[in-house]
């Protein structure tokens, strides 16, 4: 509930200051009705980053790999059991 109530404040907050800057006339009128525009593509660029960045920096897990090699052998030996064709190996 907190990080709702975080992500609503930041809402609140960008909503503010895109009025002001809307009465205020700082920044000329036809850029400033595309700053949410401008905000969701910022948004979605670092979202692809934070995608990209993980996806760079996914652990790999030796052991885990180990347990699920044990865990296949595991399966072929019990469909074996029950007469399954698992294939070759």
């Known amino acids: ?3 709702v109530l975080k992500l ?3 809402l609140v907050l960008i909503s503010a200051l895109w ?3 809307l009465q205020a006339s700082i920044i000329p009128q036809s850029h400033t009705w595309l700053l949410p525009i401008y ?3 910022s948004l979605g660029c670092y979202g692809l ?3 990209g960045v993980g996806l760079m920096r996914f652990p790999t897990c030796p052991q885990e790999a ?4 044990q865990d ?3 399966a072929k ?6 007469g399954v064709d698992v294939g070759s190996e």
């Open 1 to 3: 509930m907190k990080h």
């Open 8 to 10: 609503f404040s930041l």
């Open 19 to 21: 009025i002001s800057l």
């Open 39 to 41: 905000f969701i593509v």
């Open 49 to 51: 980053l934070m995608v």
């Open 66 to 69: 180990v347990l699920l090699q």
């Open 72 to 74: 296949i052998a595991e």
């Open 77 to 82: 030996d019990f469909l074996k059991q029950k």
